[in-house]
Nanobody, 127 residues
Framework: QVQFVESGGGLVLPGVSLRLSCAAS????????IAWFRQAPGQEREGVSY????????YYADYVKGRFTVSRDNAKNMVYLQMNSLKPEDTAVYYC????????????????????WGQGTQVAVSS
């Protein structure tokens, strides 16, 4: 059974860092590109970051560029999202999602390409 489990969320002050983890099971992660999405209350889910199968290709949404870094460890079947300089507007449920497709340009942020999704981890940034 394919499963993705996110962890590492929490309630933090503005300006601090968090590292989210996405653990995959039931498949070999190297065959999948992974994206992080987030959904804030009352808003649509939006793309945050993408990492290709080998880790050499990454994309970021403009609103996290320079603050967030995505990485992966295929040997451990793990993907990470390092989030620095967190802002209140980063408050959302964060999801990891997997696709076997090779995505270019803005397609990485389109949810329809992703076959597998985790249940999400809550990140709240507040003073």
């Amino acid at each position: 059974q394919v499963q993705f489990v996110e962890s590492g969320g929490g309630l933090v002050l503005p300006g601090v860092s968090l590292r989210l983890s996405c653990a995959a099971s039931g498949l070999t992660l190297v065959g999948y590109a992974i994206a992080w999405f987030r959904q804030a209350p009352g808003q649509e889910r939006e793309g945050v970051s993408y990492i290709g199968r080998s880790g050499s290709t990454t994309y970021y949404a403009d609103y996290v560029k320079g603050r967030f870094t995505v990485s992966r460890d295929n040997a451990k079947n793990m993907v990470y999202l390092q989030m620095n300089s967190l802002k209140p507007e980063d408050t959302a449920v964060y999801y990891c999602a997997a696709t076997r497709s090779i995505l270019f340009g803005s397609r990485w942020s389109q949810q329809r390409w992703y076959a597998y999704w985790g249940q999400g981890t809550q990140v709240a940034v507040s003073s």
